[in-house]
């Protein structure tokens, strides 16, 4: 076969001729046509389901393209068929009705089924949305629909139903009308519009009884290899966006609760954590699913604890300028001695009507008070904790979610408080040096003297430093405690990092990007270096100094331009430090040790930065700017002195 | 110094003054009794003037003024209390002249004033100059010597004070800021045995007070143009109008011979007779007089062919003028033949005032321990005023004046810097020690060489710091330790004895015992104890040592075969001779550039001894040239371990420290 | 000059280990220079191997000083620590203090530390433990024995001695004589 003489035709555009038996008919136009027809043997129905198939493929479109981001990707293919089908007429709505009806399974073929049922569903749908008062009961053949054994349709129609709901469901909260309520009597309107309501929520609470049933049934994919992940991974995407798009209806401590059982939702748990504002809902995942891990003896994903970084716990408990403005202000008014301000009747009337009204004002903004998130998020918090502390304790198998609890560390870290200071320091200490672990016995940490140790990942000891670093950032500079470990970890650490070549690799997740190692080890430098306090010992600058335009030789050259930038920063931070530049007056003997992992011992003064010279040639042309300017700025410091 | 003179009390009026005068005696009375004395005296002299018109013309005192004034500019700052002591005696003065005649015979001096009137007078003249010079340079040694420390002074001001009071009492020859001298000198002339030298000085004390203090002068004048009558107005003007011309030609004069020309003064000079030189020996002489006398001669013999007096030969002169110079600086004779010898006779006088002041207080900064930067800002934030030495050296720095002793700051506690004359650099950063060199300073306390050649090799290497003083060793063995050297080496031996015991250095340094004629103005006693057997004790000594030194460097050394041999004397005994010497007997070594680019090459030839012409290679440094101690330094450089003696015999020196590789080695010499 | 035996070792790096803990190895094993200690007179030397072999050559009544005297032995056996030895106790040391600039010229003077002139210590002091004193420019002053740990000196109140003096820099002018 020729293969370049043989042309290539994509599949969609191939048109297979269509055999058929009938004879060609004209159209209203007066066209001739071939009349289509399938392959099946049932052509009237097809054909009928067709036709009328046509006029809901609008809708269906609307519906399927609604959730094309949900749909697994085996949908895709014959999604694309039916969209791609070219006409469709309007028909109208009560011609759909007939459709209510179930197409017969056994007198088709799957896939006529499959677009049977997905009409149906289309036309359903359209339905219930173009009136969604009335079409609340057919919602209850949706149900049905998607309790379809054919796993296909199934995933159909509760992706129908999704669309459904989501468009249908109220705001608020349909909560079960009281006993007095119920025997009141109330107009036609408020009848019939609780009666929807009630319909409503029996409905969706089927549904959702739907939804979870296909998703535990997806998560006991272990025990029961047959069962169906794929509707299961559609039920949870389900139950996430629907948590997304109506946080506040009914049942969402159901939702909440299987979506933590799965905790495959990442995103909308994610998109939870960043839109609450009152933190309740925050609380209520985050214990849930602080239970869940606990459950599972931490054998969990890391990326279930990735979630968690966006918890809003470090605005809300931060205090807000704003807030402390109101707080002042209240306390102001509370203890000024009421002014007995002489105000007439007509006055003091006037500002109690005021104050009922800023009352109903704020009642009307729904704006969750400061008190009440507090709690929630406080409560977050600590569920959040108990579960860091409960993992990094947890002597085996932590490798995994090690990194994403330092992280999380990291970021909250400043709202521990001090007592945990001091036995967080031992164990982060700890693992930095790789002596928490499995078999790790007493004996042995003591001769694992190796600061740099190779059972620890370098991500890990960056972030336990970095972990380390923001605590004392934050409120440990009441405590004086020394990092003089953590300044040799990351000593020691500098030079196995030059030989790292993915040292700028960030993992860029869906979720977020994931810091690289080059991000966290520069956070790390600035906080040590050029934080408000100075480092107490000049020689231990130096050093770090000296070892970073070692680095700078070897690293890629966006994280060398950092270096050197980090570089000409200390330098002006400090101008003691101009004695590396000078190869002349060497004061002090000895030479440096350029091997010793110990910042404080190496003598760092009997040498210099010639790495510089070879910066300036670098072939890089953002490294040689910034190279020469760090020069200028050495050279114009040294004209000043003029010994 | 400056003390002293303000606590004094205003010496008391004269008899008759205090009787007339009640209350208090400010210093507003005195000098208005000054003026007055000053009038009276312009009265009396305007008649003497009268008289004497007729006999000659008045030669100009402005070009032997000039000259003096050029002449002791040059010279080393002198002391400046010297001239407030004689302020006051000024004052003293001008009580005493309008008293009476009596009492100017009284001025005359206790001693041998009357013994040599000659000399007196034109003494008298010589020093008005040199007042009115030394109060100039007073005031210029004022702003200059701001900052010498006190301890220094303390006995040169015991010696100049003595000195003053003994001259206050002489003077009548003042020419003072009071400006009336000349009337009160040529008062007193005049009353002593006229000579023919009294027209002169007369006219040259006038004219010098005319000179100098013109304003006065001419407020004199005016004064005595009030007493003086009209027909002493025609008189004056004439009068004024020679002397305006002799000092026309005698400027013009000047011009040609190139040369000041003193003409009051030329053949007045004399020499004082056998006689008078034997009562001088044996009674205490007047300072000022002596250094007017020692001005003279050096004027004379700088133009001998026309001052000289025609019977006396130029030994004569040079004999009064070493004298009067022993006597006036306090040198034993010996010494001062030494000395003069180096010297033209007008450098001489700038060596030995240099002598009289103390050199500035250094320090050397520890560069193992601090660099010269920061320690220099850590002394300014302690009160310490000091500036980097200067461009030869980046680790010396100069003390001005300080709040705190510089001997027990902290930062010298902590070793960061050592006291240490700038001399003393000079040796060590001729040799260059290397890292990782063996080094041999033979001579070696208090240790201010030996930290220095450690700091430079940064404790690599070694140093062996040897001394034959046990006790010296002592401050040796502290400063090594505060410094922090910690490459060196203490031993104990007389410095003849290496290599014997060990050999094969890289590098030598001898910095020989000497006379120590280079630090007199540390030590004073050089100037009288140092005795001919000395010289011969000390030269013999040197010659050993620097044999052995020479002896105890390896030749082969890959960075090495030095050898500095320095002394801090300028005598050539010691230092050209004694390199000529090792020249001379190993001719394996020559000299070699010091690499200090400052100072006076050394001299190729000396009263009729002509050394080896590389001589030029070393370096003399002298206190009036340099600031710094007198010191020679030489650099040799080791070709061979083989020295022959003679053709036949080769000897090679023994030296238990050769290396093997030293005899492995090929012979011939490298560098 | 003789090397120490075993028994004078072992009392050395005892009252070294006090200041410098496990860093003693430094001192001796230093990658420039293998270094060692050497007695003369009852004196402990730190001398450079090359040094010493070639100091043999000077016989025992002329050798006056080898390398750094770190101390000296008593009668009794025990070895104290002179101030010369400093240099290396702060290269190494394990606790520091530092001093204030008030407090600088009594503890010169010979004085003990007292907690009102204390800036700056490293953590975890435990009692009666040595540590090199520093002026607040990092210039090493001296060295002493911590008279509490810690956390007792945050009770004292602040006359009360922090640090007793060991030996201090003023020495160098004080005890000319006893140290040489």
């Given amino acids: ?643 | ?671 | 000059m003789r090397p120490l035996t075993d028994d004078e070792t072992k009392v050395l790096f005892e009252k070294l280990a006090k200041y410098i803990a496990r860093n003693i190895i430094h001192l001796i094993d230093r990658p420039d220079e293998p270094y060692c200690f050497r007695l003369q007179k009852d004196r402990v030397y730190y001398v450079s191997e090359s040094n010493m072999r070639r100091a043999t050559a000077i016989g025992r009544k002329n050798l006056v000083s080898l390398g750094i005297c770190f101390g000296k032995f008593t009668k009794t056996g025990k070895f104290r620590l002179h101030i010369t030895a400093l240099q290396y106790l702060a290269q190494y040391a394990k606790y520091k203090v530092w001093i204030k600039p008030n407090g600088e010229m009594p503890f010169l003077y010979g004085n003990h530390v007292v907690k009102a002139h204390i800036g700056r210590v490293t953590e975890d002091i435990p009692e009666h433990q040595g540590v090199v004193i520093y002026n607040m420019a990092d210039v090493p002053l001296g060295f002493g024995v911590s008279a509490r740990s810690t956390v007792d000196m945050r009770k004292v109140d602040p006359t009360g001695i922090a640090v007793f003096h060991q030996a201090d820099n003023g020495e160098y002018l004080r005890e000319e004589d006893a140290l040489f």
């Fill in chain 2, 1 to 671: 110094m400056g003390r002293r003179a303000k606590n004094k009390q205003d010496v008391p009026l004269p008899f008759e003054l205090e009787n007339k005068i009640e209350g208090k005696v400010t210093k507003k009375l005195n000098d208005r009794l000054k003026h007055e004395a000053i009038r009276a005296h312009k009265q009396r002299e305007a008649a003497l003037k009268q008289n004497k018109d007729s006999r000659r013309m008045q030669p100009p005192a402005s070009p032997k003024d000039n000259e003096r004034k050029r002449k002791r500019n040059t010279a080393p700052k002198p002391n400046k209390k010297i001239t407030k002591p004689k302020v006051e005696s000024e004052d003293e003065e001008e009580e005493d002249t309008p008293a009476a005649a009596t009492i100017l015979d009284e001025d005359a001096p206790v001693d041998g004033w009357d013994n040599a009137p000659i000399v007196s007078d034109s003494d008298g003249g010589i020093d008005s100059d040199s007042e009115l010079e030394s109060d100039e340079e007073a005031e210029s040694a004022d702003d200059n010597n701001a900052d010498s420390s006190e301890e220094e002074f303390a006995s040169a001001e015991d010696g100049s004070a003595a000195e003053a009071e003994i001259a206050s009492v002489n003077e009548d020859s003042e020419s003072d800021v009071s400006g009336s001298d000349s009337g009160s000198e040529s008062e007193t002339v005049t009353q002593k045995p006229l000579s023919l030298l009294s027209d002169e000085s007369d006219e040259a004390e006038s004219d010098d007070g005319i000179e100098s203090y013109d304003e006065f002068d001419t407020d004199a004048e005016e004064d005595d143009d009030e007493a003086v009558t009209f027909r002493d107005m025609e008189k004056r003007s004439r009068k004024i109008d020679a002397r305006r011309q002799m000092e026309a030609e005698m400027a013009e004069l000047e011009l040609e011979t190139g040369e000041a020309v003193v003409e009051g003064e030329r053949e007045l000079f004399e020499l004082p007779s056998e006689e008078q030189v034997e009562l001088e020996k044996e009674a205490p002489l007047d300072l000022s007089q002596v250094q007017l006398r020692i001005q003279e001669i050096i004027r004379v013999l700088g133009n001998f062919a026309e001052l000289r007096d025609e019977t006396k030969s130029r030994n004569q002169y040079m004999s009064q003028l070493k004298r009067d110079m022993c006597y006036y600086y306090g040198y034993n004779e010996f010494l001062m033949d030494k000395l003069m010898d180096l010297f033209a006779v007008g450098e001489a006088i700038e060596f030995f005032e240099a002598n009289e002041v103390a050199r500035p207080v250094t320090i050397r900064t520890n560069t193992l321990k601090a660099r010269r930067r920061d320690l220099a800002q850590s002394l300014i934030n302690r009160g310490v005023n000091l500036d980097p030495i200067g461009k030869w050296t980046k680790v010396g720095l100069t003390i001005f004046d300080s709040q705190v002793p510089i001997g027990a700051t902290p930062e010298y506690m902590a070793g960061h810097y050592m006291i240490q004359a700038a001399s003393s650099f000079l040796p060590v950063v001729a040799l260059a020690p290397q890292e990782n060199e063996k080094v041999l300073d033979m001579s070696a306390a208090p240790g201010g060489k030996t930290t220095y050649c450690a700091a430079l090799m940064k404790n690599t290497g070694m140093v062996v710091a040897n001394d034959a003083n046990r006790e010296r060793e002592k401050a040796l063995v502290a400063n090594v330790h505060r410094l922090g050297a910690s490459n060196v080496v203490v031993c104990n031996y007389d410095g003849r004895e290496f290599p014997k015991v060990m050999g094969g250095f890289d590098r030598v340094l001898l910095d020989a015992p000497c006379s120590g004629t280079g630090v007199i103005s540390k030590d004073a006693s050089v100037k009288v104890n140092k005795g001919p057997e000395d010289f011969i004790m000390l030269t013999r000594l040197q010659k050993e040592l620097i044999l052995s030194a020479i002896d105890s460097v390896n030749a082969d050394s890959g960075t090495g075969g030095y050898i500095v041999y320095s002394t801090c004397s300028v005598t050539v005994d010691e230092d050209e001779a004694v390199v000529n010497y090792a020249l001379r007997k190993r001719p394996n070594i020559k000299l070699v550039d010091t690499g200090l680019d400052f100072g006076r090459p050394g001299f190729t030839s000396f009263r009729g001894h002509s050394f080896h012409s590389s001589l030029a290679l070393t370096r003399r440094f002298y206190p009036h040239t340099h600031n710094m101690d007198g010191f020679f330094v030489a650099k040799f450089q080791k070709l061979s371990n083989k020295v022959q003696v003679s053709e036949e015999q080769v000897v090679i020196p023994t030296g238990s420290g050769a290396t093997t590789k030293q005899r492995k080695k090929k012979k011939g010499s490298h560098h």
């Fill in chain 1, 1 to 643: 076969m020729n293969y370049e003489q043989n042309l290539r035709r994509f599949e969609q555009t191939e048109k297979k001729p269509k055999l058929t038996n009938r004879l060609p008919i004209k159209t209203a136009d007066g066209r001739l046509a071939l009349p289509e027809n399938s392959d099946e043997e049932n052509d009237d129905i097809s054909d009928s389901a067709h036709t009328d198939g046509e006029s809901s493929v609008g809708g269906e479109q609307s519906a399927e393209e609604q959730h094309s981001t949900l749909e697994v990707d085996s949908d895709g293919d014959e999604d694309q068929e039916v969209s791609t089908r070219p006409s469709y007429t309007e028909t109208k709505l009560e011609e759909q009705d007939d459709y209510v009806i179930e197409p017969d399974r056994s007198r088709m073929t799957r896939k006529q089924y499959i677009i049977a049922q997905q009409n149906r569903l289309a036309v359903i749908a359209d339905a219930i949305m173009q009136d969604p008062d009335n079409g609340v009961k057919y919602l209850k053949t949706l149900h049905n629909i998607s309790s379809d054994v054919d796993p296909r349709v199934k995933r159909l129609g509760l992706l129908t139903q999704l669309a459904v709901f989501c468009d249908i469901l109220p705001e608020y909260r349909i909560r079960e009308l009281t006993e007095k309520e119920q025997q009141a009597k109330v107009t036609k309107d408020v009848r019939q519009q609780r009666m929807h309501e009630e319909q409503l929520v029996h409905s969706y609470s089927n549904y959702l009884k739907q939804l979870f049933t296909a998703s535990k049934q997806a998560l006991k994919v272990f025990a029961n290899p047959s069962a169906d992940i794929e509707t299961g991974i559609v039920a949870a995407r389900a139950l996430g966006n629907l948590i997304n798009v109506r946080p506040l209806f009914n049942f969402r401590k159901d939702i909440l609760s299987a979506l933590v059982d799965i905790y495959t939702a990442r995103l909308a748990v994610l998109r939870l954590f960043r839109d609450d504002v009152s933190g309740e809902l925050s609380q209520n995942a985050v214990m849930l699913a602080a239970k869940r891990i606990k459950r599972l003896s931490y054998r969990v994903d890391p990326s279930a604890l990735r979630p968690w970084l966006h918890l809003r716990l470090r605005e809300e408990l931060r205090e807000n300028p704003e807030d402390r403005k109101r707080k002042d202000e209240e306390q102001r008014q509370r203890e000024q001695p009421k002014r007995a301000l002489h105000m007439s009747k007509k006055q003091a009337k006037m500002r109690k009507v005021q104050q009922d009204v800023d009352k109903s004002l704020v009642e009307a903004e729904a704006e969750v008070s400061r008190e009440e998130r507090e709690k929630w998020y406080g409560e977050t918090l600590k569920q959040v904790f108990i579960t860091y502390f409960r993992i990094l304790k947890q002597k085996d198998n932590i490798g995994g979610l090690l990194p994403a609890v330092l992280e999380g560390l990291a970021k909250y870290a400043h709202l521990i408080s001090v007592e945990f200071f001091v036995d967080l320091f031992q164990l982060l200490k700890k693992i930095m040096r790789g002596q928490h672990g499995v078999g790790i016995g007493a004996e042995e940490s003591e001769h694992g003297e190796d600061l740099v140790s190779s059972r620890v990942g370098l991500r890990t000891a960056l972030l336990c430093i970095l972990s380390a670093l923001h605590i004392l950032t934050g409120q440990g500079e009441a405590l004086n405690l020394d990092i003089k470990d953590f300044f040799y970890q990351l000593y020691a650490l500098l030079p196995p990092l030059a030989a790292r070549p993915q040292i700028e690799a960030t993992q860029a997740t869906w979720e977020e990007t994931v810091r690289s190692e080059s991000d966290l080890l520069f956070e790390c430098l600035q906080l040590m270096f050029l934080g408000r306090t100075k480092v107490s010992s000049i020689t231990r600058v130096a050093a770090f100094c000296k070892r970073i335009a070692e680095c700078a030789l070897c690293w890629p050259p966006k994280t060398a331009v950092r270096a050197i930038e980090f570089m000409h920063r200390l330098l002006i931070k400090y101008p003691a430090l101009d004695r590396l530049l000078s190869s002349e007056e060497q004061a002090g003997c000895g030479l440096y040790l350029r091997d010793l992992d110990d910042p404080d011992m190496c003598n760092p003064f009997a040498t210099c930065l010639f790495e510089l010279h070879w910066l300036q040639i670098h072939y890089h042309a953002g490294v040689q700017a910034a190279t020469a300017r760090l020069l200028n700025f050495a050279k114009t410091e040294q004209k000043k002195h003029r010994l």
